[in-house]
């Protein structure tokens, strides 16, 4: 083995000890070392979090006379400039700092000298990461509510315009009965409802403050952790030293919501795939929702509405990979846990994405309703109608009736005729007590009128249910 490879300093890239931790060390890091310890590439996104957890910090510090208030201003205005440089794109990211925390506090020895080093009294990078951790996917809980209140509002609005335009419903794929448009959108409104209490309720969970767990049994220093708990708009410091440090349920939590919503849109998505496909023609997706083939030019594919079905992978692959991390960790910091990072930004982007491009996709499409009629008719979908009018009118036993239909349909088929084509006195052959005022529950219309139920497709009652969604969710 080379020298470089067991770590000898001299031929390090790295050169000497890490300057923030290195006291106990003579030489510095093996290049493959650095490599895998390095995490400023991702964790730069915590930088604003990172800032102001040190304000925070900073500020309760100079109030429990624990620095100077000339220390806590020179590091506050330093803290503001580096802010300031990296929001303008100027700041020196630099791997041998390994990451955020670090990286900030360097510049800022380099900006105002020898207090820089009293920022970390009390504190430690792993109360810190939790901490920036806990306000990032806090963050970003918001902007999601925001966006799956956003894909409703379209729902919503696709809903009310369509109440009444009947397409089928489908239980295995199959034509099942008729139901409206409006009714089928408004579905995923509800869908998205249980996510928006989802993400809320892992907020409430999270929202509990690390920070002066310092590395894992708290310090000697006289903190005030109430201060920056309730400066960081935390309700609490978190209660116990060892599990702020080491707990990452409110990831877990944000990923398992992730992946529940990811769910909610790759079964939507999954549905334009089908709507769109020749073989059905239920919606038309604009020229700004689709893509052409480089071979076929007949081509236009759905190719948004795939893409957001396939992200759902990629959120429930985070979640199973935090998870994977996660397990089998002692008490109380681990490295592993800067694993933990990259899974949950990579599924907020996705997320973001996703909701995105399928509100534009439910603003953009165009239902076409005579090809919904066509096919909500096929398939002897009002055959649950006719067992109903049998149960009802001529008071037989639900089974009994159900048997008849069927016998009504298979006749039907027999002779290559709707059920309302079905001529009287063939369905008399089946069962004498039938009149003509059958034929008034066979039609698609009459089927999805009738449909009055709380919950219903009837389209009053789905123009009722739009107008109730507005008002709960909008
Ligand atoms: N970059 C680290 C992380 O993301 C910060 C905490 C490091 N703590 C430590 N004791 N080395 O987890």
């Given at each position: 083995?080379s ?16 300057a ?13 070392m ?12 915590l930088?604003?979090?990172d ?54 506090e ?8 020898a ?31 925001r ?49 928006r209490s ?20 708290g ?57 769109t ?13 689709t ?15 795939e ?45 973001e ?30 055959a ?60 698609v ?14 389209p ?15």
């Open positions: 083995m020298r470089k490879g067991r770590g000898a300093a001299p031929e390090t890239p790295a050169g000497a000890a890490n923030a931790w290195g006291g106990r060390f003579a030489g510095g890091p093996a290049e493959i650095q490599r895998i310890n390095v995490s400023i590439d991702f964790d730069k996104r930088y604003a979090q800032i102001a957890g040190s304000l925070a910090h900073c500020a309760m510090l100079v109030r429990q006379n624990i620095l100077t208030p000339a220390d806590g201003q020179a590091i506050s205005r330093g803290l503001a400039q580096i802010r300031a440089e990296i929001e303008a794109g100027r700041f020196p990211f630099r791997a041998e700092h390994e990451d955020i925390h670090l990286n900030i360097a510049r800022l020895a380099e900006l105002i000298g207090a820089a080093g009293r920022l970390h009294t009390a504190r430690s990078r792993n109360d810190q990461v939790a901490t920036d951790f806990r306000l990032w996917v806090r963050d970003a809980i918001d902007r999601l509510e966006q799956l209140q956003g894909l409703q509002a379209a729902l919503i609005a696709q809903a009310e315009r369509h109440a009444a335009t009947i397409m089928p419903g489908f239980t295995h794929l199959q034509v099942a009965q008729p139901v409206t448009f409006g009714h089928h959108l408004l579905a995923y409104v509800e869908m998205l409802g249980r996510d989802r993400f809320p309720d892992c907020r409430r969970r999270l929202n509990e403050c690390p920070l002066g767990a310092a590395a894992l049994a310090t000697s220093f006289p903190i005030d952790r109430r201060a920056t708990a309730e400066a960081l708009d935390f309700d609490r410091p978190a209660a116990n030293s060892l599990d702020a440090v080491s707990d990452r349920d409110f990831a877990l939590e944000f990923l398992a919501a992730a992946a529940i919503a990811g769910t909610h849109l790759s079964r939507f998505a999954e549905e334009v795939v089908i709507w496909s020749e073989p059905f023609r239920f919606i038309r997706l604009s020229d700004a929702f893509t052409g083939s480089s071979i076929m030019p007949q081509k236009r594919n759905p190719d948004a509405a893409l957001v079905r396939a992200k759902s992978g990629r959120l429930l692959g985070a979640l199973a990979a935090l998870l994977a991390v996660m397990k089998g960790l002692p008490l109380a910091y681990s490295k592993d846990m800067q694993e933990d990072k990259a899974p949950v930004f990579d599924a907020a982007d996705t997320l994405l996703a909701l995105a491009a399928t509100a534009g996709m439910v603003g953009d499409l165009e239902p076409d309703p005579a090809a919904m009629r066509r096919v909500a008719a096929s398939g002897y979908s009002t649950t109608d006719l067992a109903d009018w049998l149960t009802r009118v001529l008071a037989l036993p639900f089974r009994d009736a159900h048997r008849v239909a069927g016998a009504l349909v298979k006749r039907a088929e027999a002779l290559g005729l709707g059920l309302a084509e079905l001529p009287i006195a063939e369905m008399q052959r089946i069962e004498p007590a039938i009149t003509a005022a059958v034929f008034e529950v066979l039609t219309e009459k089927s999805v009128t009738s449909r009055t139920s709380y919950g219903g497709t009837a009053a009652n789905v123009a009722a249910a739009a107008a109730e969604a507005r008002k709960r969710f909008l």
